[in-house]
């Protein structure tokens, strides 16, 4: 059973809202895009998207209620993710800056796939995400189908849409810091702001009940 146009027509809005939203996916796109530019910020942003899939897929097989069921699990869960991103943000703070003066790239830069694999990791790791998806997705899900099938429909719409929306955020966010960018100390400077970003998200995550 498909998604009928009453159920995309009640679930598309309220998905790009809550996209929208200032939140920790947004914040991490905007800082990345802004430090690294804007090819960074939109690779980040996808696989903070695509990080969704994996929430889309312990909703419909029941994996994520029985984290939220469990306090002990879903502790040591926010604990992983919170750490991930303190990792990451350390690794900014101690980077030598996104970009040289002439916009060209340092040898330490690390890489789309690694960015995208970043970005895929901070997103699938956080609970508050899998937690969202239990009580978001089963919304919109009728009653006259299998709610598993509808379910992964429904996750990756939002998968698809986030998609769309974190890019151009990554674009703009890179197009903004272009022209801060345009020396090794400004460069640094713009990284250690994303490490910040990034290190106090992962410490809210870990501290937060």
Same mark, same amino acid.
């Given at each position: 059973?498909?998604?009928?146009?009453?159920?995309?027509?009640?679930?598309?809005?309220?998905?790009?809202?809550?996209?929208?939203?200032?939140?920790?996916?947004?914040?991490?796109?905007?800082?990345?895009?802004?430090?690294?530019?804007?090819?960074?910020?939109?690779?980040?942003?996808?696989?903070? +998207? *695509?990080?969704? #899939?994996?929430?889309?897929? %312990?909703?419909? /097989? =029941?994996?994520? &209620? !029985?984290?939220? @069921?469990?306090?002990?699990?879903?502790? +040591? *869960?926010?604990? #992983?993710?919170?750490?991930? %991103?303190?990792? /990451? =943000?350390?690794? &900014? !703070?101690?980077? @030598?800056?996104?970009?040289?003066?002439?916009?060209?790239?340092?040898?330490?830069?690390?890489? %789309?796939?690694? /960015?995208?694999?970043?970005? !895929?990791?901070?997103?699938?790791?956080?609970?508050?995400?899998?937690?969202?998806?239990?009580?978001?997705?089963?919304?919109?899900?009728?009653?006259?189908?299998?709610?598993?099938?509808?379910?992964?429909?429904?996750?990756?719409?939002?998968?698809?849409?986030?998609?769309?929306?974190?890019?151009?955020?990554?674009?703009?966010?890179?197009?903004?810091?272009?022209?801060?960018?345009?020396?090794?100390?400004?460069?640094?400077?713009?990284?250690?702001?994303?490490?910040?970003?990034?290190?106090?998200?992962?410490?809210?995550?870990?501290?937060?009940?």
């Amino acid at each position: 059973m498909l998604l009928s146009p009453e159920q995309l027509l009640a679930f598309l809005p309220a998905a790009v809202l809550i996209t929208l939203s200032p939140g920790p996916d947004n914040l991490m796109v905007l800082s990345l895009g802004i430090a690294r530019g804007r090819r960074a910020g939109m690779v980040f942003g996808l696989g903070c +998207a *695509l990080g969704c #899939l994996s929430h889309t897929a %312990l909703a419909a /097989l =029941g994996v994520g &209620a !029985l984290l939220a @069921a469990s306090p002990m699990a879903l502790q +040591a *869960l926010k604990l #992983l993710g919170g750490g991930y %991103l303190v990792w /990451l =943000g350390w690794q &900014a !703070l101690h980077s @030598a800056g996104a970009t040289l003066h002439s916009g060209r790239q340092p040898a330490a830069a690390p890489s %789309l796939w690694r /960015l995208f694999g970043k970005g !895929l990791c901070a997103n699938a790791v956080n609970p508050k995400v899998i937690l969202f998806f239990l009580a978001f997705l089963p919304q919109f899900i009728s009653s006259g189908g299998a709610a598993g099938w509808q379910t992964l429909q429904l996750g990756a719409l939002f998968t698809l849409q986030a998609a769309l929306l974190f890019a151009t955020l990554g674009y703009f966010a890179g197009h903004a810091g272009s022209w801060l960018n345009t020396s090794p100390r400004r460069g640094m400077w713009l990284d250690r702001l994303a490490g910040t970003v990034f290190i106090a998200l992962g410490l809210r995550l870990m501290v937060t009940r």
